[in-house]
């Protein structure tokens, strides 16, 4: 009876092991495997998003060429010609007669003033250091983005393997009552009990099977992969060390978050516009030399213009850099108030679900211990379907809010990881 037994589980355990290989084949060919740690690196290198926003950095750099240009110089022809014959100059027949025409040729060219051009400079260059921490504030929000993309595809990953180990452990009760039932030793009622239960089994595992392959193709998208990726669940997942402080972890964040650098760059690009701006009030006198043949008699001379700041001195836009500037100010301030509350809402949440965390191991071994005994009871005639029913549902029920526990540590982690400007 108990080689009978044996060979039983073994041929139910195989059929599992087949079914479960069955279902996940379709992920397991291609695919290249990522821990969290090296899904933010691969990231970083080939997500599309951030390949497309590298290029506003370079734009800047191109601005910063344009600003180190000095003006053109201008050419100006000028061409007067007779068209009266009467008042030829004698003995000639044409309008176009060098005696006839007048030529004026001029080459002149703006000359920016010191103050304009050093700060035309210096706000390129901070535009571009501008340009390189709006990619780092993208950046960390596209990593913050393939972080939790990569927890749900172990989270679906997870409950698609305990509905397949609980599918399994039914279906070996399935078999032996079916046994059972054509000897009539059970009812057909306890056979349709474990029939059912495996049935609701089955359809769940359908579905985290389709969500677990959709979550893992949006994390292919992230990583820029073009086929599907398989996460390394044996890595370690919190493989970057936080303060134990809170203190500390609040300074680190108001002093290194992106956000943080993004308005410190936009003041000081806002100050360099004030003071470009109000150079831009003075006006740039425009330079040059003129020749100049009339009838043949060359004249030479200087030309110069310069605008008169009557009525435009460039107060409007010296009133709205200012403004730009207060409202940087005001942003800095912000971003100060905003990431007090994001660290300290996520260092309380992430110590709430730690506690939670450590208080699932003892209950965790009950579950485990109550279900072997209960179908050891069952299998022995000790105990109804019911009851074992019930601690079937029970065991998976306690699995289940494990991993939903286990979760949420996890994204608690991650919250509190990028609140706190950490390089993840």
Do not use: C
Not at 136 to 160: G, I
Not at 328 to 334: G, T
Request: overall charge positive.
């Amino acid at each position: 009876m108990v080689f009978i037994n044996y060979l039983i589980n073994k041929q139910s355990k195989n059929l599992l092991q087949l079914l479960f290989f069955i279902l996940l084949s379709n992920f397991a060919i291609g695919q290249t495997t990522f821990s969290l740690e090296n899904a933010i690196k691969t990231a970083k290198e080939n997500n599309p998003n951030l390949k497309s926003e590298f290029f506003n950095t370079e734009i800047a750099q191109s601005d910063v060429v344009t600003a180190k240009l000095r003006p053109n110089p201008k050419f100006n022809n000028q061409s007067l010609f007779l068209l009266n014959s009467n008042d030829f100059f004698p003995n000639t027949s044409s309008g176009f007669d060098r005696q006839n025409r007048q030529i004026w040729w001029q080459v002149t060219k703006v000359f920016q003033l010191p103050s304009q051009r050093k700060n035309k400079i210096e706000l390129a260059d901070k535009n571009y250091i501008l340009s390189n921490k709006n990619y780092k504030k993208a950046e960390h929000s596209v990593l913050y983005e393939v972080a939790n993309k990569w927890l749900d595809v172990w989270y679906n990953q997870r409950q698609l393997f305990l509905l397949t180990e609980a599918k399994k452990n039914i279906d070996s009760l399935v078999y032996i009552n079916q046994l059972k039932a054509d000897k009539q030793v059970i009812t057909k009622t306890e056979l349709y009990r474990t029939q059912l239960l495996s049935s609701q089994y089955e359809l769940q595992i359908k579905t985290f099977s389709q969500q677990f392959s959709n979550e893992q193709k949006n994390l292919s998208y992230l990583l820029g992969q073009k086929e599907n990726v398989k996460i390394d669940t044996t890595a370690n997942f919190m493989y970057l060390k936080i303060p134990e402080k809170f203190k500390d972890i609040q300074t680190h964040a108001l002093e290194n978050r992106d956000d943080v650098e993004v308005v410190k760059a936009t003041l000081e690009v806002s100050k360099t516009n004030v003071k470009l701006q109000k150079a831009l009030a003075n006006p740039q006198p425009e330079l040059g030399l003129i020749y100049n043949p009339q009838n043949a008699v060359p004249y030479i001379g200087l030309y110069g213009t310069i605008d008169i700041p009557f009525f435009d001195r460039n107060q409007g836009e010296i009133r709205k850099s200012k403004f730009l500037q207060k409202q940087a100010e005001q942003s800095l301030e912000s971003v100060h108030q905003q990431i007090t509350v994001e660290t300290q809402t996520s260092y309380d949440l992430f110590m709430v679900h730690q506690g939670n965390i450590e208080k699932y191991s003892n209950i965790l071994k009950q579950s485990n211990t109550i279900l072997k005994s209960v179908k050891y009871a069952y299998m022995r005639g000790g105990t109804t379907i019911v009851d074992f029913l019930e601690a079937q549902r029970s065991w998976l029920d306690v699995q289940q809010q494990y991993s939903d526990a286990l979760y949420q540590y996890r994204k608690a982690y991650i919250e509190l990881i990028f609140a706190s400007g950490f390089n993840i």
